[in-house]
C-alpha cells in the first residue's frame, strides 16, 4: 500500500503549523517581547538585552523544547495503548506506570514522618530537582518491572489491562496514606507537582528526557507492523507469525518509557495521550500505523505548545499549571471531532 | 552536628530566661483585679476587662466577615456570667495547654510558662529545650497533626486549652468533638497578622490566658521600642538594595504580596522590594519569568526555605546561577538556628521577637549601620 501524496500534504502542513506554533509559544508570555528582540536573541546574541536573553533562551526555549518532547511521548504512549488494548479510553497512564512516578515522588516529597532518611538521601549527593526525578523513575520503572512480569503470565490484553488499573489504583492508595499523614505544607507541594509543569526541565535534564523519550519513540516506529497486526485481533496477528506476547512487552517497554519519564521530568500531564490518537485517526482517517506515529507526534506537540501559550496569556502575570489547560482546551475539541466523525473506529 | 553543639546553650539561654523570672508578679495577678492589656497592633483579637472575668474575641477579617469567636476567661469555679451562653469557657491561669503551632510554643516561653505545655502536634518542629526535653522525658506527648488529632489522647489529658493553626474562618469544623468534650479551642492565628509586631502582640493573648499581663506587656514594650528604633534605622538608610524572595517551584514563583507580614519587614529594614505596591496579604504567585528581569538584578536574595547551599540551590534550577546576588554570594536564609529535624527557630521564637529578624536584615542589608555582631536567624549560604 503506498500512502497516498494528500496524507503527505497533511503532514507537511501540520510540520509547518508546529513551528508556527513553536514560534508563538517563544513569542508569549508574562513579560512582552517583541519578535524583533526575540530574533536578535538568537541571531545576534551580544546585541540583546541580557535579560530578554535569559528569558527567551533559559526559560522559553527549554519549555517549548520539553512541549515537544511531552506532546510526542504521551500521544504516541496513547496511541500504542489505544491499539495494544483495542479501547479507545486507554493511555498512557493506564498501565499504572505514571501512578508509579508520583509514588515514587511522594515517598522523597512527602517524608514528613521521616526526615532523617530524607537528610540520609540528601548526603548522598542527590538532591533538589534531581531527587525527585530520580524517584520518579524509580517508581516507573518498578511499576514497569511488575507490569511486565504480570504481562508473561497473563494471556489475554483485557486482562492486562484490568491488572494495569488495578496496579495503578493500588499505587494511588499507597500515596493517599501518605498523604493522609504529612504535613500540609508538604501536601500541597506535592499537589503543585501533580499539577504539572513543562517549566522545570532545563539543561542536563532536558537532554536526558531527550534521550529516554527518542528511544522510546524508536521503539515504538519498529513496532508499527505489529500495532497494525494488533489491530485485526490477536488471533490474526499470530497466524502473522507475530507473537503476542513478544509484542506486548515491546509495547509496554516503549510506552513506559515515554510515559515513565515525561512524568518524572514534567509531573503526570494528562488528555494529551488519550486525546491525539483520536485526532490523528480523524484528520487522516487510517488506521496505518506508519501514519499514525508521525501524525500523533505533530499533533500532540502543537497541541501542547498552544496549550502552554494559552497558560500564560500576556496581562496576566501567573502562569496556570498545564494539566488544566490541557483538559479545557482539548477536550471540546475532541467532541467536536467526533461528532463530525462520519467513519467508524476501527477497533 | 557542631552547628548544633554550638547552637544549644544559646537557646538555653533564650528559653531558660524567661522561665525563671516570673512567679512573683503572676502571684499577685490571680488576685481580683486583673492587670489590663492593650492592643496597639494586632487586628485579629480582642481583649476586654470585666469585673470578674475576661472576654476575648478572635477575629474573623477574612473574606470580609464580621464574625468572631468568643472566649470567656473565668478564674476556677467562678460561675458563668449571663447572656455568653454561646462563648466557650476557659478556666485561668490555664494550667496546662495543647498547641499545634511552633508560635505558641515561643509565646508560651515569652510569657514563662513553657513548663506549662503538656502536648504539641509534631515533637520534630519544636526548638524550645524546655519543651523538648519534656518530649523526652514523656512529660509533653504528641497529639497528631491539625485535621488528624489523636481526639481520645487529647481528651485524656484534659488541657486547660488547645491551641490551633487554623484560620478563624474555617475554626471548628474539625474539634466540634473536643469542645462537645469540654475542651475549649482556640485559633490562635499569629499567622494571618500582617505586621511583625502584629504578630508578635499574640503574646498578649498568652499573658492574659495565664494571668500574666505585666511581664508579658513589660517584655512586650522592649521587643517595640527595639524594633521601632530598629525600623527608624532602617527605613532611613539613604541606599535600598533591592530583593528576592524565596524560590520557585513548577515555574511558580510565590512573592509576597504588598500588604503581607514580609513586605512590612523589608520596608522597615530598608530594603527595595519590587512588589511593593501590590495588593494583598499573602502571597503572588508569578511565573519565573515574571520574576526574572528583577531577579536577575537583585542585590540581595533572601528565605529560600531549607536550601543550605549554593550547590543545592544550582541542583534545583541551574539558571539561578544567572541571578546577580548568587554570583555575589548575597544569598541569606533564616536557617542559622535549626534543631536535629531541620526545623528553624525562625518560625519559633522569631514570631515573638521580631526585633532580631529586622536587625538580622538591616545587618544583611546595611553592612555598616549597625554595630558589627553575629547574624542571630540568618546566615549566608554559601
Redesign the interface.
Known sequence: MTESPFKKIRLTGLLLLLLLAFLLDLSTGTVNISLKEILRVFLSPTAADPTWQFIVKSIRLPKACTAVLAGCGLSVGGLQMQTLFRNPLADPSILGVTAGASLGVAAVMLAGGSMASLYAIKDLGLSGSWLIIGAACLGAGGIMLLVLIVARRLRDNVMMLIVGIMIGSMTLALISIWQYFSNPEEVKDYLLWTFGSLGGVTGGQLSILAIVVGIGLVVALFSTKMLDALLLGENYAQSMGLSARKARTVIICSTSLLAGSITAFCGPIGFIGIAVPHIARFLFNTASHRILIPACCLIGTILLLLCDTFAQLPGSQTVLPINIITSIVGSPLVIVLLLRQTTAHPW | MTRYAILFPLLLLSCGRSDKKPASPGATLTSSAPARTQLKYAKGFTIDYFDRYKEVKILNHSAGSTDTLDYLLLPAGAAIPEGHAHAQVIRIPVQSMIVMGSPHVAQADFAGVANRITGVG?G?YIICPLVREGLRTGRVRQVG????LNNELVISMRPGVLMTMTNPDAAFGGYTTLIDAGIPVLPNADWLETTPLGKAEWVKLMGALTDREDLVNRKFDSVEQAYQRLAAIGKASAVKPSVIIGLP????WYMPAGGSYMAQLLQDAGASYHWSDTKGTGS???????V??VA??ADIWLDIGD?DSKA?I??????YE?FRAFRSGAVYSYNRRVND??ASDYWESGAVNPQWVLADLIRILHPNSLPADTLIYYKQIK
Request: glycine content about 10%; overall charge neutral; hydrophobic content about 45%.
Open positions: 509534631d520534630q497533626l491539625e485535621g488528624s517551584f513548577k515555574g511558580s503572588l504567585a508569578l511565573s519565573f519569568e515574571t526574572a528581569p536577575l538584578k536550601v543545592a544550582l541542583a534545583r534550577d541551574a539558571r544567572a529535624a531541620g
